[in-house]
């Protein structure tokens, strides 16, 4: 068997080297032609004048020469980029030399992340797409995938809040709550994960759970029974693509300072009582003070370790562990009103 270590050092006799590692079996002519044709297309292209593709820059090798950034010449896609840990998250796979494509309901909100991407010297574009949408959500990756490439790095990023009994809660909002939170994960999978494969050359998806996927508190049924599907998700899929070299990786956020408080609906009380609901989790929010920005430089180093599972606050593990540990401890914690 012909090993990859055994080209490591080919660097050090030719000033003009390209070296991709794909994923197949043991001989790639038969298991993957299609990569293999793709891959000596493109160079053979590059050699004859053309502009080399993303894959073949990545796939240069320059004897010598400084360590790059783990993400220089990578296409990161980030959904629910707008604000909060979707906009931390493109700037930080930004500084990390990644190109950036950044989508969210809100367009103006995709475009101010974009600028501050570009203020980092990365590559970047926004889009307005709505996840709950499959077939925006498809047709946003057609679009992308066109004209940047097919994402190296994918993060589900979207979601909204919601509080309330769930027998106050009308069917229309717990199905809102679903077709954004899971089902905007989905769709972004679905949409993505199929190139990601054909392509040959590994990646990472990183879909958005929550705390509240391990902690059940009594008034939190939609928002919490949506996390724990994208937990459970992930896991799936996980499996499904470990052959393929693609990753996938469930983040377990805790208390984030983000506007999620701001803006999540309660249900079943006035409009005055939600205001004043979300003015006081909001101000917990902020006197926690864990801002969107760790949480960013945690999916970036979830990315690069193939995490699995990725808890980030304190709170996150210790109901993580929790969970495991005392789960009849935890029933009787998520009896406790908290709103």
């Not at 080297?17 to 032609?33: A, E, I, M, N, Q």
Request: aromatic share 8%; charged share 20%.
């Amino acid at each position: 068997a012909v090993r990859p270590s055994g080209y490591d050092d080919y660097g050090r006799h030719t000033d003009r080297l390209w070296r991709r590692d794909v994923s197949s079996g043991h001989w790639v002519p038969f298991s993957r032609p299609a990569l293999l044709a793709r891959a000596v297309t493109e160079l053979a292209d590059h050699l004859e004048g053309a502009e080399p593709s993303r894959d073949l820059r990545r796939a240069e090798v320059h004897a010598g020469a400084a360590k790059s950034r783990p993400f220089d010449d990578r296409l990161v896609v980030v959904t629910g980029g707008g604000s909060g840990i979707g906009r931390e998250t493109a700037l930080a796979f930004a500084r990390e030399g990644a190109e950036v494509v950044v989508c969210d309901r809100n367009l103006a909100s995709a475009k101010e992340t974009s600028a501050l991407v570009s203020e980092l010297g990365a590559e970047s574009h926004a889009y307005a797409v709505d996840v709950s949408d499959e077939a925006a959500m498809t047709a946003f990756a057609e679009k992308v995938m066109a004209k940047h490439g097919v994402p190296d790095v994918l993060v589900n990023n979207a979601g909204i809040g919601q509080a309330g009994a769930f027998l106050n809660t009308t069917s229309e909002e717990f199905q809102r709550v679903l077709d954004i939170n899971l089902n905007g994960v989905v769709y972004g999978c679905r949409a993505f994960a199929p190139a990601m494969v054909a392509r040959g050359e590994g990646g990472q998806i990183v879909n958005l759970s929550s705390l509240a996927a391990f902690s059940p508190q009594r008034a939190m049924g939609a928002y919490a029974t949506s996390k724990a599907a994208v937990l459970m998700f992930s896991e799936c899929l996980r499996a499904e693509l470990a052959h393929t070299g693609i990753g996938v990786t469930a983040v377990c956020p805790g208390v984030v300072n983000t506007n999620i408080v701001a803006t999540t609906q309660f249900t079943g009380v006035s409009a005055e009582d939600e205001a004043a609901k979300q003015a006081r989790f909001d101000a917990v929010y902020q006197r926690r003070n864990y801002g969107p920005d760790k949480v960013a430089k945690q999916i970036v180093k979830g990315v690069l370790k193939d995490k699995p599972l990725l808890p980030v606050t304190p709170e996150s593990y210790q109901g993580y562990y929790m969970q495991r540990l005392a789960p009849g401890l935890v029933r009787r914690f998520a009896r406790l009103d908290v709103l």
